[in-house]
Nanobody
Framework: QVQVVESGGGLVQAGGSLRLSCQASTYTLSRYVVGWFRQAPGKEREGVAVMQAAVAGSATYADSVKGRFTISKDDDNWSTLYLQMTSLKPEDTAMYYC??????????????????WGQGTQVTVSS
């Protein structure tokens, strides 16, 4: 069982940046696939970015965020995951969730691959 807690959400203007953090209860995320998902009001939850925590450069992204968002882990603290968001748009407004699941390949943005979820952190992008 892994518990994850998100932080770093907030209100930002369009074009701005935010970095979300996810702190896991395990001492290392190296045995897991980890990812970020989001759910906007009235919409279904969707995958944003996922990676194998132990494999550098393994990330895959939703088309809507490619080139703007970067998922990474803290190299000094393998229980911490980040989502760096740049060039934010109003359509990025959503509740953002961190998730972890058993290692698998290939990576996918399917929610069913993730067993452990946080409570979410709200990101609001104003126009």
């Amino acid at each position: 069982q892994v518990q994850v807690v998100e932080s770093g959400g907030g209100l930002v203007q369009a074009g701005g940046s935010l970095r979300l953090s996810c702190q896991a209860s395990t001492y290392t995320l190296s045995r897991y696939v980890v990812g970020w998902f989001r759910q906007a009001p009235g919409k279904e939850r969707e995958g944003v970015a996922v990676m194998q925590a132990a494999v550098a450069g393994s990330a895959t992204y939703a088309d809507s965020v490619k080139g703007r968002f970067t998922i990474s882990k803290d190299d000094d603290n393998w229980s911490t995951l980040y989502l760096q968001m740049t060039s934010l748009k109003p359509e990025d407004t959503a509740m953002y969730y961190c998730a972890a699941g058993p290692n698998r390949w290939p990576l996918s943005l399917h929610q069913a691959d993730f067993a452990f979820w946080g409570q979410g952190t709200q990101v609001t992008v104003s126009s």
